[in-house]
T-cell receptor, first 113, second 114 residues
Framework: GDSVTQMEGPVTLSEEAFLTINCTYTATGYPSLFWYVQYPGEGLQLLLKATKADDKGSNKGFEATYRKETTSFHLEKGSVQVSDSAVYFC????????????FGKGTLLTVNP | DSGVTQTPKHLITATGQRVTLRCSPR?????VYWYQQSLDQGLQFLIQYYNGEERAKGNILERFSAQQFPDLHSELNLSSLELGDSALYFC?????????????FGPGTRLLVL
């Protein structure tokens, strides 16, 4: 069935370090891919998305490329900040009549000054 | 601010009780989705409404039900509550249905069943 496998955390980095959070998916059809971020005590915010193969989503210095051949959508940022500390969720919407989001388990990122 | 509002923010109740969670979608959005976030199950899709009609069901228990009203706000009703229903319940909305639509999430309602 549909699923997302996301790098398990927690991930702890120093400020200005490089970040990669791995995400692979198993989906029916040709999904749209998303990264959502959840800051402490808040709801989910869309971070970036990609809707077709080789598309690169980007926002706030974060990037992820839709890799159909490897069914992956890894999140990267070149230089993290303390304010990036949050839980990051990889997710997709696949085809058919149900446009629900299927989420990974989330990766907790802590950035230390 | 996503434009999606949810009330109440927190809810504490006892086992066996019934509660109603409310969601107002972004202005103009026709689709509403409900999700449950718990430590053991993660984020799980419960149910979707589109323009007043139920469109899809996920892992929603029979004790739970939802509806979307003509003004497009939605309510999620949880009855015969059990300890395991304690979770964060999110509502999301999107303009339409489809692969290209982005779902925008509300701040959630935190339910604690004692």
């Amino acid at each position: 069935g549909d699923s997302v496998t996301q790098m398990e955390g927690p991930v702890t980095l120093s400020e200005e370090a490089f970040l990669t959070i791995n995400c692979t998916y198993t989906a029916t059809g040709y999904p749209s891919l998303f990264w959502y971020v959840q800051y402490p005590g808040e709801g989910l915010q869309l971070l970036l998305k990609a809707t077709k193969a080789d598309d690169k989503g980007s926002n706030k210095g974060f990037e992820a490329t839709y890799r159909k051949e490897t069914t992956s959508f890894h999140l990267e940022k070149g230089s993290v900040q303390v304010s990036d500390s949050a839980v990051y969720f990889c997710a997709f919407v696949s085809g058919g009549s149900n446009y629900k989001l299927t989420f990974g388990k989330g990766t907790l990122l802590t950035v230390n000054p | 601010d996503s434009g999606v509002t949810q009330t109440p923010k927190h809810l504490i109740t006892a086992t066996g009780q019934r509660v109603t969670l409310r969601c107002s979608p972004r202005s103009g959005d026709l689709s509403v989705y409900w999700y449950q976030q718990s430590l053991d199950q993660g984020l799980q899709f419960l149910i979707q409404y589109y323009n007043g009609e139920e469109r899809a069901k996920g892992n929603i228990l029979e004790r739970f039900s939802a509806q979307q009203f003509p003004d497009l706000h939605s309510e999620l009703n949880l009855s015969s509550l059990e300890l395991g229903d304690s979770a964060l319940y999110f509502c999301a909305s999107s303009a339409d249905r489809g692969l290209l639509e982005t779902q925008y999430f509300g701040p959630g309602t935190r339910l604690l069943v004692l």
